[in-house]
Every structure is written in C-alpha cells, then in structure tokens.
C-alpha cells in the first residue's frame, strides 16, 4: 500500500508570492492534517479536512487555507508568502471513520519551502 | 492553552543504555498521547501511544508510562541502538479532535556505539 504522498518535495518562492502544496493520502483514508514544522517553533498543527470539510483549524493567520477534494486529495495554499513561511510542511493522513483520537496518522515526507 | 512540554532537548546514550525521554501536558481533555519518531528527511512515524486508563504500555524496547495524576508521561527505550538515533515527539489530542495533534518541542537523541 503505498503511503502518504506530498508534492512538491522541495519549493523556493520569493516574498509576497504565493504557493499551492499537494498531498495524496493512504488509499481509504478520508481524513488528512497538514502541519508546519521549524526548528523554532517545532510541529504546529494547521488544519484538518474530512469529506472535503474544514474539521479542526490551528491559530495560523487567514494566509493559510486549504481544501480536500472527493478522491480525499489535499492541497494547502500560502498567500502573501512571508520569510517565516520557511519551513516543512507535512501532510498526514488517517481513516477519519470517527474514532476520534485512536486513530494513527500516517506523515508524508514533507514540502521543504523557502522563502527569500 | 493547549501545550506539551518536553524534556530533554537532546540525549545522548551509549549503545545498550536506557533512554528516557519526558512529557507534560496541561490539558486534562486530552486523552490520546502518542510518541513519533522522526528521521532526517523524512516525515514522523508512529512508534507508541497510550491512553490514560493505562499507567503502562509496552511494544518491543520501547516502553510508555503514564501518570494522569501528574499530567506527565515518558518514552522509554531499553538497550538502544545507534538505528534509534533520530528525533521523537510525543504529542497529544483531544477525543472530538483527533485529527489535532498538539507536539512537543521533540528530542534529538543520539545513541553512541
């Protein structure tokens, strides 16, 4: 079974631009969660979709959306990139079937995006 | 707010010793605490969680414990390897919120054959 897909890899963007990310989740999971991660402030949690529907929402600014298509795919956009955009951002998928916290979530390898 | 703190920030351990590596949480909501761990370039992978009705939970050489009391919970690792060396997290979420998982800082842990 293949896993947690996220594309690009790797993304170089300048100031004030914006930046679309994707991911792929684990065939059958309908529950994906992108999260922000930097050497200074670790891994925050962005937000959550499940059936194409916003579930869970982190304290990042309106800059930060995203969306779930019916095949369960995710994409995240960044408008108006800032320096401290910098960072990994990682995708992570589960059943999403309800069972609350038990359920594992499964990370991609990651966006590496840098902002100049 | 929602918060888990982690300690140390980094470890390191000689091939055959006992890592440990600490958790405390604030809120007493949560009710799933999972541990993950990370390589370089690569995304975190589930290694063991706990819920609180158990005080243990035992997978291999790595071991959690759990004091709800406390609010604290840590990772074990018995006889490490260098193959541990990475970076791990333990975390926490809330049951009407599972697909949130709240981080700590993580842990660098290095182990020295």
Sequence with gaps: KAGVTQTPRYLIKTRGQQVTLSCSPISGHRSVSWYQQT???????????????Q???????GRFSGRQFSNSRSEMNVS???????????????????????ETQYFGPGTRLLVL | ???????????????????IINCAY?????????????????????????????????????????NKSAKQFSLHIMDSQPGDSATYFCAASKRNQGGKLIFGQGTELSVKP
Aim: aromatic share 14%; with cysteine.
């Design chain 1, 80 to 102: 108006t990139l800032e320096l401290g955009d910098s960072a990994l951002y990682l995708c992570a998928s589960s059943l999403g079937g309800g069972q609350g916290p038990l």
């Design chain 1, 39 to 53: 050497p200074g402030q670790g891994l925050q949690f962005l937000f959550e979709y499940f059936s194409e529907t």
């Design chain 1, 55 to 61: 579930r869970n929402k982190g304290n990042f600014p």
């Design chain 2, 26 to 66: 604030e809120n007493t909501a949560f009710d799933y605490f999972p541990w993950y761990q990370q390589f370089p370039g690569k995304g975190p992978a589930l290694l063991i969680a706990i819920r609180p009705d158990v005080s243990e939970k035992k997978e291999g050489r790595f071991t959690i414990s759990f």
């Design chain 2, 1 to 19: 707010q929602q918060q888990v703190k982690q300690s140390p920030q980094s470890l390191i351990v000689q091939k055959g010793g006992i890592s």
